[in-house]
């Protein structure tokens, strides 16, 4: 599955972005759909995901600000952030598991960068 990726950007602490992951095939076919982050020397970690259907995983970080939706028809998974704070910024990947052709798919990354 290629993934595509859009959305980031710079913006101050508080206020929000909306990244966007577009897949190749149908979203159907994947089991996990979500997005992970990585800050410059740390490891890549869970932001949210869909697992197998409509069930949700949310890093602690992240809940009650962060929101992940779908829309299937457009095999897009949207990624939804309020009050975003400094430690936020990251490059932030899209990535799925399953297909067509089962398999891990990581998108390229896009920029978050959040100002004090």
């Known amino acids: 599955v290629q993934l595509t990726e859009s959305g980031g950007g710079l913006v101050q602490a508080g206020e929000s972005l909306r990244l966007s992951c577009a897949a190749s095939?149908?979203?159907?076919?994947?089991?996990?759909m979500g997005w992970y982050r990585q800050a410059p020397g740390k490891q890549r970690e869970l932001v949210a995901v869909?697992?197998?259907?409509?069930?949700?995983n949310y890093a602690d970080s992240v809940k009650g600000r962060f929101t992940i939706s779908r829309d299937n028809a457009k095999n897009t998974v949207y990624l939804q952030m309020n009050s975003l704070k400094q430690e936020d910024t990251a490059v932030y990947y899209c990535?799925?598991?399953?297909?067509?052709?089962?398999?891990?798919?990581w998108g390229q990354g896009t920029q978050v960068t959040v100002s004090s």
């Open positions: 990535y799925a598991l399953g297909g067509k052709i089962f398999a891990v798919s």
């Open positions: 095939e149908s979203i159907f076919s994947l089991n996990y």
């Open positions: 869909f697992t197998n259907g409509d069930a949700v």
